[in-house]
């Protein structure tokens, strides 16, 4: 059991199930006069990101460890911040959501080196399909603030 490596994984899956909530949360509560396309757009990323959520957790199961079952405990692996109001204007949102991503990012690049050090390459490939996913959702963000 490498421990090392299942604490870098269930990071992961804490980061990527925040922002998975967080985006599939803008896209009910976004508004303002580009909301259809802030609606559409966001709901790309959540369900991008949510169809991941399974492999994580089954890549945990498969280091010998237990999947995540206590959403408090999961918050609590996360850097990720919630959202104290629901009504928050669009822009603000997509910066939210770029910082989200790149915690995600950081968690990732965190991951990968683990997976790498204990020769589990499985996993580090994994790791690496899902930074590619992230660079993506990061490069989209960002073009939507210019
Ligand atoms: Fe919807």
């Not at 006069?33 to 994580?56: A, C, K, R, S």
């Not at 770029?98 to 990968?112: E, G, I, P, R």
Request: charged residues 20%.
């Amino acid at each position: 059991m490498n421990q090392e490596l299942i604490l870098a994984m269930e990071k992961v899956f804490a980061d990527t199930y925040l922002m998975y909530f967080k985006t599939h949360s803008y896209h009910w509560n976004v508004e303002g006069p580009n909301h259809p396309q802030y609606h559409h757009f966001l709901e790309m990323i959540y369900t991008e990101v949510y169809g991941v959520v399974d492999t994580i957790a089954e890549h945990i199961r498969a280091l010998d460890a237990y999947a995540p079952y206590n959403l408090s405990k999961v918050i609590s692996h996360s850097m990720v911040t919630e959202d104290e109001v629901p009504d928050i204007d669009a822009r603000s949102r997509m910066q939210n959501l770029l910082d989200t991503n790149n915690l995600v990012l950081a968690s990732l690049h965190m991951a990968y080196d683990a997976a790498d050090k204990a020769t589990e390459l499985g996993v580090a490939n994994f790791i690496q399909d899902r930074m590619i996913a992230h660079q993506k959702h990061g490069w989209m963000l960002k073009a939507t603030l210019k």
